[in-house]
């Protein structure tokens, strides 16, 4: 992760969260009352975002975070997975956004690693894709590879995927392909998203680098890919999930991507808690 760019998005969250000062804090403790705290497991999964409370506390100077578990490590309920101490007016603070990015990031490493486990097939790669929440895609995808999936391209500028109104703007696919291939060098990859086989047979004649089956079951991606040189990557997306993913182990394709990996992830539980409160013991 570019811990640069994730520092200025954190600055960000943290400038949107207190505003011109937070009323609760300031109003109970003195500004240079001293605590500590602990960063607790609430449920079992794959723990991302540990770097976060650090930087949300360097931010904020005067405290400072210690993880005590391993980034991507399997942790259960109960665990502690990092220890605070500093200023209790800035370990509270800072609280809420280092708490909602870590279960954030812990849900999605979560997440993507159940959908491997469920394909299980290891000669396909698990991908995201770019249906994540605005300034939240530089996190979100970091936490599928901590959860041992691949990203797919990170915006519009660092790959060529042409899809069905693509083609249609453009007078068809060979026209597409033939105009990207002009306007860009060689290092650009090129993906084409088919959705019938004369598309297919049209994106193999234009020497597409990476064909992309859309909503396509398992039975026609088995049948559509043995017309496919091996030289182009197949990738297959479109309505796959969780629940459905191992219908897809030995297709034969090279990459899964799923949307539900980021757009309907479900937070990690985690709680922040002062290392004397009976909370912790319960």
Known sequence: MNELLAKEKIKEFLLEDIGTGDLTVSSIFSKDAQ????FIAKSDGIICGLKIPAMVY???????FTPLVSEGQQVYKGDVLGHAKGKIQILLTGERVALNLMQRMSGIATKTAEAITRLDDPTIQ???????????????????????????RFGLYDGVMLKDN????????????????NAQGHMVKIEVEVETKEQLREAIAAKADIIMFDNRTPAEIKEWRKIVPKSILVEVSGGITIKTIHQFKGCGVDFISMGELMHSVKAFDI??????????YK
Do not use: I, Q, W
């Not at 605590?35 to 602990?38: K, P, R, V």
């Not at 360097?58 to 400072?64: G, H, I, M, S, T």
């Not at 693509?166 to 291939?181: D, F």
């Not at 709680?271 to 912790?280: A, C, G, I, P």
């Open 126 to 152: 698990v991908c995201d894709t770019r249906k994540s929440v605005p300034y939240l895609r530089l996190f979100d995808k970091y936490a599928v590879k901590v959860g041992g999936g691949k990203n797919h």
């Open 271 to 280: 709680s922040f808690l002062d290392t004397m409160s009976e909370k912790r």
């Open 58 to 64: 360097e931010l904020l100077k005067d405290a400072e």
């Open 35 to 38: 605590g500590s705290g602990e």
């Open 166 to 181: 693509h083609l249609s703007y453009a007078g068809g696919l060979k026209e597409a392909v033939e105009k990207v291939r």
